[in-house]
């Protein structure tokens, strides 16, 4: 139970990102908002999955929580929305 910290944030960037999502869907830019959706989902299944993995292999939950935290920057910037005036 050494990384309680990571799985708990975890946890909260998934609820933060699901809300961000529901938002996002309801104003219309419906693909940043599946995309949110997914990856808060992601996050808070690998912060609930790091309370119960063994110690040795914790380290494993962060190494996903960064590549999801980075798959989520990069979907951002890629599918980047533009405004007409």
Request: net charge positive; charged share 10%; hydrophobic share 60%.
């Amino acid at each position: 139970m050494d990384n309680i910290f990571y799985n708990i944030v975890s946890i909260a960037i998934g609820v933060i990102l699901i809300v961000f999502g529901i938002v996002k869907i309801i104003k219309k830019p419906m693909s940043i908002g599946i995309i949110s959706i997914v990856h808060g989902l992601l996050f808070i299944g690998f912060g609930i999955y790091g309370f119960f993995i063994p110690k040795e292999y914790q380290f494993i939950t962060i190494l996903s929580m960064l590549a999801i935290a980075v798959t989520m920057i990069l979907s951002l910037l890629l599918v980047k929305t533009t405004k007409k005036d």
